[in-house]
């Protein structure tokens, strides 16, 4: 059987129980090198072949996985939370066309462990309920109608990924979309690794405070970083809901 698995946000101990247990067993891993922390493959047993797929292209990944007897068990271990950015689909498909089963275990996505380390939360009654995920256009683009400057126009929570390498157009783009100068924005730099970094600011101030950040990290933007927020009426005492009677 084959696995993808989500290995987390980069600490060791934060890939799920269920990934975990899947690589102590494993026959071969195949792992993104450039991003997953090597320190997840001290799970792995001895006598477990083990490639970094950083140099490979998805022919090379797709026939080191297949290669394998259909009842040992391969782990593709992808950073992250593998549904997003992950390029899985395409290994799918691949896989549906040879007809060969697979599974795939969820992981704790670096957006989850930036906000952990801002200390925030993405959604704040009164401030945003929506959280957009998205990233700048670089070499490989995005539709049109999912610009940056049109995402801005909605104000919401924003999480942005493999943007910080542009972040002087990004904050631009941001700005002439409708957020404000003054909008709080962060870096957060390799999200729960030893040398993780987080950096505050605001959209004009961000990106010279982040300068020489170029890659492994999320911009985060909107008023949930900071700045006045409504109560949750979920634990007000003033309000019912099935399992509580508000109190009078």
Request: charged share 20%; with cysteine; proline share 6%.
């Amino acid at each position: 059987m084959i696995y993808f698995i989500g290995a987390g946000p980069g600490a060791a101990d934060l890939i799920t129980v269920r990934g975990m247990r899947l690589l102590e067993r494993a026959d071969l891993v195949v792992y993104a090198g450039s991003l997953v922390n090597p320190e997840l493959l001290s799970y792995c047993p001895k006598g477990c072949a083990v490639m970094n797929s950083a140099s490979m292209t998805l022919e090379a990944v797709i026939a080191a996985m297949t290669e394998r007897n259909k009842d040992e068990t391969v782990v593709r271990l992808h950073t992250g939370d593998p549904s997003i950015y992950g390029a899985i689909r395409e290994q799918m498909d691949e896989l549906d066309r040879l007809g060969f089963a697979y599974e795939v275990v969820p992981g704790v996505s670096s957006m989850n462990a930036a906000a952990a380390a801002l200390r925030a939360e993405y959604t704040l009654p009164g401030v945003s309920q929506t959280v957009i995920v998205s990233r700048m256009a670089g070499r490989t683009p995005v539709p049109e109608k999912e610009n940056i400057r049109s995402l801005a126009s909605h104000g919401a929570s924003m999480a942005l990924f493999l943007s910080v390498s542009m972040l002087d157009k990004l904050c631009e783009e941001l700005m002439a979309g409708g957020y404000a100068p003054d909008t709080p924005a962060a870096v957060v730099y390799k999200a729960t690794w030893p040398d993780e970094k987080v950096i505050r600011g605001t959209l004009s101030t961000l990106p010279e405070a982040a300068r020489g950040i170029g890659r492994t990290a999320l911009v985060l933007v909107g008023g949930f970083l900071s700045g006045p927020y409504d109560r949750s009426r979920l634990y007000d005492p003033t309000f019912s809901h099935m399992f509580r009677e508000a109190e009078k």
